[in-house]
């Protein structure tokens, strides 16, 4: 009980400190945004698992990009309790000179199976319910749509050949969660309205809503993976919601942005873990000479630490809990029915996440105190030696938390990279500064001589300052100057060499149109590219819907991606690994992948690949990788195979490519729309309107996770200031017995600070650089070009906060006698 009473005393004692304080908050501030990440994650996978049977409009859905057979849906049909058929498409519909990219939705007699449509006259009516689809030869748009093209009930809208009369507005269909979270606007027609039309695209899909028993399910299910090997099936009965994968990537996003977080609390923690363990060499000391047996003095050290901790949990719980309830309440707007609960395993799971973490960065202390002779505790001999288990003990726990959350490993090595580099920089860059400057005063008299030679006794820890501060800029110019610079680097880059219209998708009897529209407008087409439709189903025999990791990568391939072939490298690729293919190669069943791809799915060279193209499988051996590289157009696509392949694969060929129009060719493309709906155009502007309008909800998102990175931000600087004070203390009193007065010891601590932010600054600006280098390089092979100016500014702004910060420390110090400023 005495033990336990002196463990929570020191404890206190610790906590009074500045030291503490500053180690308390720090691991306060990373636990509470990650409790708190880690319970609305919960809550909204718990409110999708539940509002999975409310919103899926059948009991089962099988929806596929190639549709079945007559003979096999009528299987089908055999199998189910009720079905209904659903086509959906991607069209450009227009009205008068509007017009506006939609998802069309194709419905039969039986749509919807359960549930009701609601629909108004206008897109502000009163809402009504109706139990079936619009009639033959009329068609419903959603109210944004009716908005965009101007239109009211009764006009006739125009899809190829085919005119329908607008009959209602749409508001709400009961299979709308099979869209997850597209924003498309909507327009619903019956089937047999365009059965004189073609609708048909690389993205189009087919939609089997099923009413059936848990037994029939089962059957489905099996049967859909024969028929259809790349479809995918969602059931009422523990079946995932479409947009729980999606948030789980979001999560992992979020929880990737918490590396950076604990990088900086890593830095604040190892400053405030000096003054902590000259503590506990002094305690350990006094409990060695009262015949104290080691084991039970490191037990009573860990004891107080964990006694911390424990306290930083249940501030960190107290705050996460008030944060998650504010936060549903906002999410409820977009989620009706989200509601807060108690989820006590995930928080435990989080929490001992982050003890390990922590434990981690702790171990070296411990060792060092394990280690340590009686002398040695008495003499508190300098830190040197231990500086390389510390780095790795951090690059560990950095490791480790990356791992947890990351779904693309190959981004997330070139974020550490990128920061591992920027932190070699500063080392070398302070032992080179501070080592010349004291070569350059050696024979030279006066304050600035005095500063180097000072700053050269103590090396080890003015490197460690420097590397604390230059990686908190680091992150606070990463998570600023890329966002900034990035929308205006591709904007330009686009405009240069793909023209000002991305030709998305043209089907090969809508490319004479497009010719002879371009020469009629005096527009030019630049490029133009084959590929095929073609939906990645296997890997080596493993089924991809049976892989479940929250990847962006494998979402992607779940969908038709674009194929094309080529027996020459295209000049805006380049080769990065294996071998490529020889000119008019007979053997047709190899490919190349992208190398991301390669890296996120765990692709190898010698893979077999299995894709459906146009109803057949094809299987294709993995034997290259390209890369894009700039100079000849930014049309690229993720797998490319021999020109041979062309003869043996049966699909409809199709073209993507890029297009320059003058201004009053605009007016015109309406009527090209007109005559081909599912031709997909898009204009520049819309591509960077929907960057601007991803990066403002970014800027959004990341606003809270600004902050927390601000907030480290200071914990670092107040760490960096206190974890050194005693030994400017020291500095200080011994200077002012010389005799130098206090604007001396000012102007010592100011060439102090200065080198030390001048060093951190040109650390955080190059880790930066490398950071854009590997980035731009590796996902749009561009160069990456800063705002000069912007960057001065931020390392002018933080060299002149550092010299501040330090000069009120500086300041404070000096306030009291030489006799106080020698006892430490």
């Known amino acids: 009980m005495n033990r336990l009473t002196l463990i929570l005393g020191n404890s206190w004692r610790d906590l009074r400190g500045s030291d503490g304080r500053i180690s308390m908050a720090t691991q306060t501030a990373l636990l509470f945004f990650l409790l708190t990440l880690t319970l609305t994650s919960a809550s909204i996978q718990n409110y999708l698992a539940d509002n999975l049977d409310q919103m899926l409009g059948s009991d089962l859905v099988v929806e596929s990009h190639s549709p079945l057979t007559e003979d096999d849906e009528a299987a089908f049909r055999a199998m189910a309790g009720g079905l209904s058929v659903t086509q959906l498409a991607d069209i450009t519909l227009t009205h008068k000179d509007e017009w506006a990219r939609v998802q069309l939705k194709l419905v039969d007699d039986a749509y919807p199976l359960q549930g009701n449509l609601q629909i108004g006259d206008t897109p502000v009516a009163t809402q009504r319910a109706v ?69 048909e695209s690389s993205k189009g899909r087919t939609r089997y809503l099923v009413t059936a028993n848990e037994t029939q399910q089962q059957a489905i299910e099996t049967w859909s993976r024969q028929t259809l090997p790349g479809a995918s099936v969602t059931t009422k009965f523990g079946g995932q919601h479409p947009l729980a994968s999606f948030w789980q990537r979001t999560e992992n996003f979020l929880g990737l942005a918490s590396v950076i977080l604990f990088f900086m609390g890593a830095v604040a923690l190892d400053m405030t873990n000096r003054r902590w363990l000259a503590k506990m060499r002094y305690r350990l000391a006094i409990y060695a000479s009262f015949g104290t047996r080691t084991c039970t003095a490191m037990l009573m050290a860990l004891g107080e630490w964990l006694a911390g901790f424990l306290l930083s949990i249940t501030l960190a719980s107290a705050l996460a809990i008030w944060a998650y309830a504010w936060i549903i309440a906002e999410l409820q707007g977009y989620f009706p029915g989200l509601r807060a609960g108690w989820h006590v395993e995930s928080a435990l799971k989080t929490i001992g996440l982050f003890f390990l973490l922590l434990l981690a960065l702790q171990i070296p202390s411990f060792i060092q105190l394990s280690r340590a002779s009686l002398l040695s505790l008495i003499r508190n001999p300098t830190e040197n030696s231990h500086v390389g288990q510390r780095l790795f003990w951090s690059i560990t726990a950095v490791t480790l938390l990356a791992a947890a959350y990351s779904d ?99 089907q090969s009897d809508q490319i004479d149109a497009i010719h002879a529209w371009a020469q009629q407008t005096g527009s030019n087409v630049r490029t133009l590219r084959p590929f095929v ?59 190349s992948a992208e190398p991301e791809v390669m890296t996120d799915m765990g692709f190898n060279y010698g893979d077999t690949l299995t894709y459906q193209i146009g109803g057949g499988s094809y299987d294709f051996t993995l034997v290259a990788s390209h890369a894009y590289q700039p100079g000849a157009g930014s049309i690229t696509f993720w797998f490319q195979v021999p020109l041979s392949a062309k003869a043996q694969i049966d699909a409809p060929t199709r073209y993507m490519g890029s297009m320059e129009l003058p201004e009053p060719a605009w007016d015109a493309l309406a009527g090209l729309w007109q005559q081909y709906p599912t031709l997909s155009l898009v204009p520049l502007q819309e591509l960077t309107e929907r960057f601007d309008q991803t990066l403002g909800i970014v800027t959004k998102v990341t606003s809270g996770y600004a902050a927390m990175v601000l907030l ?113």
Not at 157 to 182: C, K, N, Q, Y
Not at 436 to 459: C, K, S, T, V
């Open 131 to 199: 139990s079936r689809g619009p009639n033959v030869g009329e068609i419903w748009i959603d109210s944004r749509l009716a908005v965009k093209l101007g239109t009211q009930v009764g006009d006739i809208l125009t899809i190829g050949d085919v005119d329908l009369t607008l009959s209602a507005v749409l508001f709400h269909e009961p299979d709308r969660i099979m869209e997850g979270h597209s924003v498309a606007m909507r327009a619903m027609a019956h089937a047999k309205s365009l059965n004189g039309a073609s609708i």
């Open 408 to 506: 693309n490993m190959l981004l997330t090595g070139m974020t550490l990279t990128a920061i591992a580099a920027a932190l070699a920089l500063m080392a070398v860059l302070t032992w080179a500064i501070i080592r010349l400057g004291d070569l350059w005063g050696l024979r030279r008299a006066g304050l600035l001589p005095f500063a180097f030679f000072m700053m050269r006794q103590r090396l080890f820890a003015k490197s460690a300052q420097v590397m604390g501060l230059g990686l908190c800029g680091l992150l606070l110019l990463f998570s600023l100057m890329l966002m900034r610079d990035l929308g205006t680097t591709m904007e330009g880059y686009g405009r240069n060499h793909d023209g000002n219209l991305m030709i998305a998708e043209a």
């Open 533 to 591: 439709s073609a939906q990645l189903v296997s890997v080596n025999g493993q089924a991809l819907v049976d892989m479940q990791k929250p990847s962006d990568t494998l979402a992607t391939l779940k969908d038709p991606i674009r194929l094309s072939w080529t027996d020459a490298m295209p000049q805006n690729n380049r080769l990065v690994g294996g071998k490529w293919w020889r000119q008019g190669t007979a053997n047709w069943q190899q490919i």
């Open 712 to 824: 480290l931000a200071l914990f670092v600087l107040a760490a960096s200031v206190s974890g050194f004070s005693a030994d400017d203390r020291q500095k200080n009193g011994l200077l002012m017995s010389m005799g130098l007065r206090e604007t001396d010891c000012l102007k010592l601590n100011f060439y102090d600070w200065g080198v030390t932010a001048l060093i951190a600054a040109a650390g955080a600006v190059a880790g930066t650089w490398s950071a854009g280098l590997l980035i731009y390089q590796a996902q749009f092979n561009l160069t990456y070009n800063p705002d000069i100016l912007w960057v001065v500014a931020m390392v002018v702004a933080m060299v002149a906060t550092v010299c501040f910060v330090g000069y009120l420390a500086c300041r404070q110090s000096l306030k009291v006698s030489v006799r106080d400023l020698m006892a430490t």
